[in-house]
């Protein structure tokens, strides 16, 4: 009874106890309330001060509050994640690794060319095993994996928030390059599920969250080893290596299993860019090479390797050891084209999906032109570089782009493809020096219309020494300066200053610009330049090269070089489909000046002479530029040559595959190409199908001028105004030296020329030149006025009925004799070329009778002249007997009948 007493005293003093702290609890409430303003918002104002609001948290009825509070969010955020698992737990089922094994088996893509002819049936590395057991996985593979991707993945429940921060703090501050925060967890869930999405590199919050939601589960459900070997036989190792096995065998020819430190520091160098870290793009073997060290440096950092392992990894030459990429191409038509359309078609649609197979490829290569440029390359080769006519040239390389439409109709990326050094590298699409090819850009932009003075193709830039503009020595590749000549003959003998001129007065950023907008895209790009670009100093790559010429050939429209008419998926679905689109880049005024230049065999005589292999095709007529490079010690490195016509640009590299020096220069090689497949090209394909005929060229624009100017006639863009001193002064100059005549000079060898007075638009010098290189400022030096003029003496014999044999004895003087005149009558009757001291004869018959004047004349090669006259009596007598002889026969002949 006490005991039950004593208890309801204690519940008594509880209940009083708690009924004294509620009352004392609201008397201070109705405190605080009365000692408010009465007024609402004033209240309201009041209680929301700062202060107040501050003293309110951090007491104890405020951190209660708070708690309440975040016990509240911590249930709802229990429940919302609670849910999201639910409903993506349904898509754990296909994590299972049978799953991953049928989503990696490889199925065939077929490629074609425009014509529908096969080119190549891609079956991947099917003969690979591209899932393994972990057993079948070398330990230091997965340490390199695990140090490079996700250095607490032992740790972590599938999601790292220390890396989230780590990425989020980086990349805010802009340190460094964009860091992930992706666990190797999360990667496996993205490369299963969301591979299209993550190679086109869209941001999707959905998709983050799936994946790390996902990949909690995943942690749940598998241990460590088997996710570490779900996503080694999963993850994307360059082109179609999907799967640490298939690289390992690739790359190196081995199993995964039997992968040494050095080279499984470079397969986990691939996952984080594999068409950049791919070891068979030989220009990122630079990057790659500088991952795998940092690969090895987070080994040693983590505890896997010693430092004295890691630097002799380092030093090893694992590229030297890489197998060649020949597996799966045997058969392979046009290997290096179809190549390159795989890497088109990774680039668009993802590596994943295009390793996934089943895809029909048509591309725009007709494998007609292809074995055509084959044999002319072949043809080449062995003719040239095989029996060491090619100056140390040992690779060529070649490209042909349908004007029209800008599609790739040939590629030849090498000699050899098979060639184990060398030839599976596509140097149709590497980055090579241009050379001179790059001029036709320089004289495209200075053409365009401008403020002040305007240019046309007879407007004179002069060929001389502009070093101090250049700064640095500036010449010609024949050692020469062919002085005041007009852009015509700039551009068609490829001279250097007039080059660069045109890029001081155009700008030659605007050049730069201008290359780049008709399709040069990689011209100058990440490279430093000056006025060396308007002479080629900048790298690009001989297709868009090709193309850009194409689009020259278009008038000035770029249409954007393509090697893809239709993609569809194994259920014949369209995926891709080729659309024409262009964008008109210059006036069409431009090109057709510059396609005149180029064709006229004329302006490029003084350096090719008169049939320059390449450049004249018979009945095809082209525009043709040449280019070469040098190393920077005046010896040769690279030999191009670009040719067009209105259907097809075509262009040719010729080089060493190491980038070394050539012995000389020579056309031979690239201009044996161009002519073969261009004249074969249009006269066997094109033209039977309708569309070319021999000699077709281009409409000239309206607005072209042609325009007698600084004495020659040229076309010039309608902008052009001609200036008001452009007519110039007569002057007689002796043709032989080219030279003012002077008293000496004989008046055969005078001619007049126009002379003008140039104030060059650069150096701002003035000179006078004559036209057609008469030199104004020289005296004729060829003839001397005690010359021996030549001699001729004459003789006549006659032959009856009228008819006399001439003859002419000749002495050459101090010149050799050129052409020999016998004459009778006053007319010619044989003109004859003399090399020398000699007797000539030519027969005449005279019709009438009476004194006949016969005449030689000899001019020699210095153009004095001779001429000796005889009289001689064709007497009636002769010609009566000889009439009287002819009647007799003529009367026998009609009795006898």
């Not at 032992?154 to 703090?169: D, E, K, Q, T, Y």
């Not at 001081?504 to 780049?516: C, L, P």
Request: proline share 4%.
């Amino acid at each position: 009874m006490r005991r039950r007493l004593k208890g309801l005293s204690v519940y008594a003093n509880l209940s009083a106890r708690r009924k004294t702290k509620a009352d004392a609890k609201s008397r201070r409430k109705a405190e605080y309330l009365a000692s408010l303003p009465k007024q609402p918002l004033q209240r309201l104002l009041y209680r929301l001060h700062p202060k107040r609001i501050l003293r309110y948290w951090f007491s104890k009825e405020g951190a209660l509050m708070a708690l309440k509070l975040a016990g509240v969010a911590l249930v709802i955020f229990a429940i919302f994640i609670g849910a999201l698992f639910a409903y993506y737990r349904r898509e754990l089922d296909a994590l299972k690794p049978s799953e991953i094994s049928k989503r990696v088996q490889t199925t065939v893509t077929r490629y074609y060319d425009r014509n529908n002819q096969l080119l190549w049936e891609d079956k991947g590395l099917d003969n690979y095993k591209l899932v393994v057991e972990s057993q079948n996985i070398a330990q230091v593979m997965k340490e390199a994996t695990i140090a490079i991707e996700d250095k607490d993945f032992r740790n972590h429940p599938g999601i790292s928030v220390n890396g989230m921060l780590r990425a989020a703090i980086n990349n805010a501050i802009g340190r460094g390059s964009t860091q992930g925060a992706s666990t190797l967890t999360q990667q496996l869930i993205k490369n299963i599920f969301f591979a299209n999405d993550a190679a086109e590199n869209r941001l999707n919050i959905s998709r983050k969250i799936k994946e790390m939601i996902l990949a909690i589960e995943v942690e749940r459900m598998y241990n460590k080893d088997q996710i570490l070997t779900l996503y080694l036989n999963e993850v994307p190792y360059g082109g179609r290596r999907n799967g640490v096995e298939s690289a390992a065998r690739t790359y190196f020819g081995k199993p995964a299993k039997d992968l040494t430190l050095q080279e499984a520091a470079l397969i986990a160098s691939i996952p984080q860019n594999p068409p950049l870290y791919n070891p068979y793009y030989v220009e990122g073997n630079k990057a790659l090479i500088e991952r795998q060290h940092a690969v090895l440096d987070r080994m040693e950092e983590q505890g896997y390797i010693t430092k004295q392992q890691a630097d002799e990894a380092k030093k090893f030459p694992i590229l030297d050891t890489l197998k060649d990429e020949l597996e799966g191409t045997e058969g392979m038509k046009a290997p290096h084209f179809v190549l390159t359309v795989r890497q088109e078609l990774e680039r668009e649609f993802g590596q994943k999906f295009v390793r996934t197979g089943g895809l029909t490829v048509k591309t725009t290569l007709d494998w007609r032109m292809q074995e055509m440029a084959e044999k002319a390359v072949n043809d080449s080769y062995n003719k040239y570089i095989a029996t060491g006519r090619a100056n140390n040239a040992d690779n060529i390389a070649f490209s042909a782009v349908d004007v029209p439409t800008g599609q790739i109709l040939a590629m030849v990326g090498s000699y050899d493809f098979n060639n184990k050094e060398y030839g599976a590298t596509n140097a149709a699409t590497s980055l090579i020096q241009t050379g001179s090819s790059i001029k036709i850009f320089d004289y495209g932009e200075l053409f365009k219309q401008r403020q002040g003075q305007n240019y046309g193709a007879g407007s004179v830039l002069a060929d001389e020494d502009i070093s101090s503009i250049y700064k640095s020595k500036l010449s010609n590749f024949d050692g020469r300066f062919f002085g005041n000549i007009p852009i015509r003959e700039a551009l068609g003998n490829s001279r250097n200053p007039p080059a660069v001129k045109a890029a001081y007065i155009a700008g030659i950023d605007n050049i730069v610009k201008f290359a780049r907008d008709m399709g040069n895209h990689s011209y100058c790009v990440h490279e430093d330049y000056g006025l060396s670009a308007a002479i080629g100093a900048c790298r690009a790559r001989l297709i868009e090269h090709t193309n850009a010429y194409a689009s020259m050939a278009r008038g000035g429209v770029y249409k954007r070089e393509s090697y893809l008419l239709e993609v569809k998926n194994a259920q014949g679905q369209t995926l891709k489909q080729w659309k024409d689109e262009s964008k008109r880049v210059v006036d069409p005024q431009i090109p057709y000046i510059i396609s005149d230049i180029l064709s006229d065999p004329k302006a490029r005589s003084r350096v090719f002479g008169n049939n320059p292999l390449g450049m004249n095709i018979n009945g095809v007529k082209t525009a043709t530029k040449t280019g070469t490079t040098d190393n920077g010690q005046d010896k040769a490195k690279d030999n191009w040559m670009m040719s067009y016509s209105p259907q097809i640009a075509t262009g040719v590299w010729v080089g060493r595959h190491d980038g070394g020096p050539l012995t000389g220069i020579s056309t031979a090689v690239p201009g044996s190409i161009v002519n073969d497949f261009m004249s074969r090209s249009h006269k066997e394909i094109l033209q039977p199908e309708g569309k070319w005929k021999p000699n077709d060229w281009f409409t000239r624009p309206a607005g072209i001028q042609t325009v007698t100017a600084n004495g020659r006639t040229d076309i010039y863009p309608s902008w052009y105004v001609k200036p008001q001193n452009a007519e110039g002064q007569k002057m007689a100059f002796d043709r032989v030296s080219k030279k003012k005549a002077t008293s000496c000079t004989p008046e055969r060898a005078k001619v007049e020329v126009v002379v003008q007075t140039y104030e060059d638009p650069v150096t701002k010098k003035k000179t006078s030149y004559g036209a057609d290189g008469y030199d104004v400022n020289a005296d004729d030096d060829a003839h001397k006025c005690d010359d021996v003029k030549p001699f001729a003496s004459i003789s006549t014999q006659p032959l009856g009925g009228g008819k006399y044999r001439i003859t002419a004895n000749v002495n050459q003087g101090t010149f050799g004799l050129q052409t020999i005149e016998i004459s009778a009558d006053g007319q010619v009757i044989s003109s004859q070329p003399a090399g020398g001291t000699g007797t000539f004869t030519a027969e005449h018959t005279f019709t009438s009778v009476g004194d006949k004047n016969v005449s030689v004349t000899v001019i020699d090669q210095g153009f004095y002249d001779a001429t000796v006259t005889k009289t001689i009596n064709v007497s009636l007598s002769q010609n009566n007997e000889e009439t009287l002889r002819q009647l007799i026969n003529t009367r026998r002949s009609r009795q006898g009948g």
